[in-house]
């Protein structure tokens, strides 16, 4: 067999071990998660069973190279998982979204002693965690964090707040964003990215949500935390910004993917109903004013997953895709606010009603245009991209 004629196969054979992945978790969602959904929601409790189904299937590892235990899933394929998982509730996809991102930022910058002794245990789901970046003064201007390591003989000693982190109360390790150098200017060349486990010092709580309930979401202080100064990813201090941004362009394809998931949920509930709910003696489907609003739905639906898949391509190449992931990320959360909306009116009364999900895709969809960077930043990134290019 030829070089080109390999290449074919192997990636034949990889897409066909990526959609048994994919079908094995749509089982999942229609098994496992579908018919609870409702039961956490409600009570805002993390669906435990949920998180010990979703590590059998290998999710926690599910970008994580098999050199390292993990599934080593492309982004093409992840984001198809996370839409599918989102269309379904969004909250299931934050429980390995954000670890995700910390896995990534330990493979992409850890020394091989910390991928070695972290990521065989990220990817079973052992050890489960997330990102510490945003603090009660600061989220979008991370320069400004005020989350201090201090180095002390072999170690890091670490105060500070902070919060709105997700998987902070369930997880037990977090990858968090420090001031090493709280004086130099300018101020990322004094941020680092360290690795915090649970221990004494390390006090999370629960914050209260307008939707994306049942997932943990934080608040996390930290008050004379020790940690190894092993812990730091990557070799040398004041690299963490940079390390976390290069981590958030795989975390915006999967808000984008998020925003496709919802976007899709809200059209299809949409359909159903419309053809089944009857005003002036015919279905609405029938009613101009409903067909314009379903069209308008799926075209931006088509556009926002065409967006993401090439997002998630430009990241496979291995090169950076700020520009595509924000673009997908933007134009995706924005039709995932608005699908949510015209499912609310589609559906008139009921819309309104807990006994429908439209309530929760219309309580779910702002975080998406919040979390990995506000829309407003992204339009920030995607100008800067731009003028820098031409
Ligand atoms: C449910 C939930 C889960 C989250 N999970 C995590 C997590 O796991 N880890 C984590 O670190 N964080 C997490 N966050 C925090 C999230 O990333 C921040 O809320 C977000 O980055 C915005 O920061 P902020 O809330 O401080 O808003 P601010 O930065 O105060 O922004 C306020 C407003 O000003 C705008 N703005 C700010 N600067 C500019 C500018 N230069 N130009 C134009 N407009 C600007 C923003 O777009 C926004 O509209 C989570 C938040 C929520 C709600």
């Known amino acids: 067999?030829?070089?080109?004629?390999?290449?074919?196969?192997?990636?034949?054979?990889?897409?066909?071990?990526?959609?048994?992945?994919?079908?094995?978790?749509?089982?999942?969602?229609?098994?496992?998660?579908?018919?609870?959904?409702?039961?956490?929601?409600?009570?805002?409790?993390?669906?435990?069973?949920?998180?010990?189904?979703?590590?059998?299937?290998?999710?926690?590892?599910?970008?994580?190279?098999?050199?390292?235990?993990?599934?080593g899933l492309s982004a093409v394929t992840y984001s198809k998982i996370v839409e599918n998982v989102s269309a379904v509730w969004m909250s299931v996809s934050g429980i390995f979204n954000s670890h995700l991102i910390m896995c990534a930022a330990v493979e992409r910058f850890g020394t091989e002693e910390m991928k070695r002794l972290y990521l065989p245990k990220f990817a079973t789901g052992e050890i489960r965690g997330g990102i510490a970046l945003t603090e009660p003064d600061c989220g979008t201007d991370l320069q400004s964090i005020k989350t201090k390591a201090k180095k002390v003989g072999n170690d890091y000693i670490i105060n500070g707040t902070k919060t709105w982190i997700t998987n902070s109360v369930q997880g037990?390790?977090?990858?968090?964003?420090?001031?090493?150098?709280?004086?130099?200017?300018?101020?990322?060349?004094?941020?680092?990215?360290?690795?915090?486990?649970?221990?004494?010092?390390?006090?999370?709580?629960?914050?209260?949500?307008l939707g994306y309930r049942g997932i943990d979401t934080g608040e996390v202080q930290l008050e004379n935390v020790k940690v190894p100064i092993s812990n730091l990813i990557g070799e040398t201090e004041g690299k963490g910004?940079?390390?976390?941004?290069?981590?958030?362009?795989?975390?915006?394809?999967?808000?984008?993917?998020?925003?496709?998931?919802?976007?899709r949920a809200s059209l299809e509930d949409s359909i159903e109903y419309s053809k089944v709910r009857k005003t002036f003696g015919k279905p609405i489907s029938e009613h101009q004013s409903i067909q314009i609003k379903l069209a308008e739905m799926a075209t931006k639906l088509e556009a926002s997953r065409l967006l993401t898949e090439q997002a998630a391509k430009a990241y496979d190449s291995g090169n950076r895709s700020d520009l595509q992931a924000g673009m997908a990320k933007l134009f995706a959360t924005e039709t995932a606010l608005f699908n949510s909306t015209e499912a609310m009116r589609i559906h008139g009364g009921f819309g309104y009603s807990p006994e429908y999900n439209i309530e929760r895709y219309y309580r779910d969809a702002p975080l998406l245009a919040i979390g990995e960077g506000t829309n407003e930043l992204q339009k920030l990134i995607i100008a800067k991209q731009l003028v820098s290019e031409g």
């Open 172 to 209: 037990t390790i977090l990858a968090v964003l420090v001031k090493t150098d709280p004086y130099i200017t300018p101020a990322h060349k004094g941020m680092s990215l360290i690795l915090v486990e649970k221990k004494d010092g390390f006090v999370s709580r629960k914050l209260k949500k």
């Open 1 to 71: 067999m030829n070089e080109h004629k390999i290449i074919e196969v192997e990636n034949e054979k990889s897409e066909s071990e990526d959609n048994l992945i994919i079908e094995s978790v749509n089982k999942f969602l229609e098994k496992d998660v579908k018919p609870y959904v409702k039961e956490f929601e409600s009570q805002d409790k993390y669906p435990q069973e949920i998180a010990d189904k979703m590590a059998e299937l290998g999710l926690f590892g599910a970008t994580i190279s098999p050199e390292y235990g993990g599934l």
């Open 241 to 263: 910004l940079k390390q976390i941004l290069a981590g958030l362009e795989l975390g915006r394809i999967n808000v984008a993917a998020r925003g496709v998931g919802v976007a």
